[in-house]
């Protein structure tokens, strides 16, 4: 194993989280009321227009690292406006122009998701698709509440609508998805995720030191 390789998600937590649905439903009747960092409030007015304008469908990469799977998107979907969304300017400092290739429409974005799904749910913005790839696993108990599903952003995420797909090498993350979204009253389902052509730097490690993937799934209504 070389240094870079990920190791699989060690967690005292063998299956969703014993308060998940009690979390979940009180994010779901109480709105989240935290102030709007000002580095995304301008990331947001910067590229509010370019999307308004696009007259495009709307796609959100979200938690998009160094943007690969944003330009990978914007291949398969000419019709849509890509954005990808990571808080890390480091990560997205390393997107490769290679990944770009014609008809693919695309713009990468710094800002804190916690704020951006909100401000775009407040703009009216709606999605035709939503990614979510690998994002932070927070496998302490105690951090359940830092994972999307159980975060108070996470009625807004819902509200974006679209189809909605999610993707970890932590099953109980996916479960624990599966059930938020169950707590919603949006149907889902756990599925191992073996990809063809991995899309991220993270996907293609996983899949590069043998970790079993997994993924759900789920068409969100529009709120
Ligand atoms: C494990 S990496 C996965 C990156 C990419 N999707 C991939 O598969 O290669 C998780 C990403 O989530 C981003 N992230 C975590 N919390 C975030 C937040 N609050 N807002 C925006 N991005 C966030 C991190 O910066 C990181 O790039």
């Known amino acids: 194993m070389t240094a870079s390789a990920p190791r699989p998600v060690d967690s005292p937590q063998a299956g969703p989280h014993e308060k998940l649905a009690e979390v979940v439903a009180r994010h779901l009747a109480e709105p989240f009321r935290k102030p709007y960092a000002a580095h995304t409030l301008e990331a947001f007015a910067a590229i509010r227009p370019l999307v308004e304008n696009a007259g495009k469908p709307l796609i959100f990469d979200s938690c998009c690292g160094v943007g690969e799977s944003t330009a990978w998107i914007a291949r398969q979907h000419p019709e849509a406006l890509v954005v990808g969304i990571d808080q890390s300017l480091h990560r ?15 713009l990468l974005v710094r800002a804190d998701l916690n704020d951006f ?27 359940l509440m830092r994972r999307w599903h159980a975060a108070p952003v996470f009625p807004a995420l819902l509200a974006l609508g679209g189809r909605l797909e999610v993707r970890s090498n932590w099953k ?3 479960e624990e998805f599966v059930l938020a979204l169950e707590v919603a009253g949006i149907p889902s389902a756990v599925e191992p995720w073996a990809p063809e052509q991995p899309i991220t730097p993270f996907e293609r490690k996983y899949q590069g030191s043998g970790q079993r993937l997994w993924r759900c799934v789920a068409g969100l209504p529009s709120r």
Request: overall charge positive.
């Open 117 to 143: 799904w909100r401000l775009a749910r407040e703009a009216g913005w709606r999605l035709s698709h939503h990614t979510l790839l690998y994002p932070n696993p927070w496998p302490k108990p105690r951090h």
């Open 172 to 174: 109980a993350y996916i």
């Open 92 to 106: 997205l400092d390393k997107h490769d122009r290679a990944y770009r290739a014609e008809g693919a429409d695309y």
